[in-house]
């Protein structure tokens, strides 16, 4: 999905931060999609507030692709190392605070178009209470709930 605003932003020539979780392997497929020197990427932690304002500092606009359709594990499988709560619910939250307080002018949050409170799927609970929190931190946010994205 974030391939596809990446080239829709790259054909208009805007300058874009892409932040990404992992290695230089999961942002440079996106390269093709922006003029040289128009997009750089930024490596975040969800869990690491620090690295998200320095991300967000100087934007306008902040779109949020983050979530996860699986949790990651940990090397001992009974840890998760990144769940559904802390993607959907704590990094959206942190994410649409921080873009609040470096007064970034839109906010766009991606969620799902199965994002409910009281559904049976955790995932997509968690996708409700991710929007709910944004929208608290970030009055005016912009929820897109697209279909599931593969």
Same mark, same amino acid.
């Given at each position: 999905?974030?391939?596809? !605003?990446? *080239?829709?932003? +790259? @054909? &208009? ?12 392997? =999961? ?34 606009? !902040?779109? *949020?692709?983050? +979530? @996860? &359709? ?12 990144? =769940? ?67």
């Amino acid at each position: 999905f974030g391939g596809y !605003v990446v *080239n829709e932003l +790259g @054909k &208009h020539g805007h300058n874009m931060v892409v932040a990404t979780r992992g290695d230089d392997v =999961s942002w440079r497929h996106l390269k093709p999609y922006a003029d040289y020197g128009k997009m750089v990427p930024s490596y975040v932690s969800i869990k690491d507030e620090k690295s998200i304002r320095d991300t967000i500092r100087g934007a306008d606009t !902040v779109i *949020n692709l983050m +979530g @996860k &359709h699986y949790e990651t594990k940990h090397y001992f499988p009974t840890l998760i190392n990144c =769940s559904f709560e802390d993607v959907h619910i704590n990094g959206a939250e942190l994410v649409a605070r921080v873009a609040r307080e470096e007064d970034v002018k839109h906010l766009v949050h991606v969620s799902s178009a199965y994002a409910k409170q009281d559904s049976q799927s955790r995932w997509a609970r968690t996708k409700a209470v991710g929007e709910e929190r944004v929208n608290k931190q970030f009055p005016g946010a912009v929820i897109v709930r697209p279909n599931t994205v593969y």
